[in-house]
């Protein structure tokens, strides 16, 4: 499964960003997807993650009820819109595919991303 994230940006304290990640190949229904980021001088820390079917979302404490992460088998594409951003939201954020785990730790991750750039200003 090859992955690439895109819809990164520079945006305002409050405002909303889509990303997206596009993934090749016809498995992409099988696998659980997550977003993490990275910020500059920190370890990537996880952010979202959402099951193979859609029907189960998880997300980290600090995004819970800002961020919202889904998926369009058929496109075969995961999103994470992200609402009312906070600078310390600025990152490298990720796109990831796995086929186990708990989705919640880099290693459970297959295949990854470039990453995409979020710059939040204050």
């Known amino acids: 499964v090859q992955l690439q994230a895109s819809g990164g940006g520079l945006v305002q304290a409050g405002g909303s960003l889509r990303l997206s990640c596009a993934a090749s190949g016809r498995t992409f229904s099988s696998y659980a997807m997550g977003w993490f980021r990275q910020a500059p001088g920190k370890e990537r820390e996880f952010v979202a993650a959402i099951s193979w079917s859609g029907g189960s979302t998880y997300y980290a404490d600090s995004v819970k009820g800002r961020f919202t992460i889904s998926r369009d088998n058929a496109k075969n594409t995961v999103y994470l819109q992200m609402n009312s951003l906070k600078p310390e939201d600025t990152a490298v954020y990720y796109c990831?595919?796995?086929?186990?785990?708990?989705?919640?730790?880099?290693?459970?991750?297959?295949?990854w991303g470039q990453g995409t750039l979020v710059t939040v200003s204050s």
């Open positions: 990831a595919a796995a086929s186990h785990g708990k989705l919640s730790l880099p290693e459970d991750y297959d295949y």
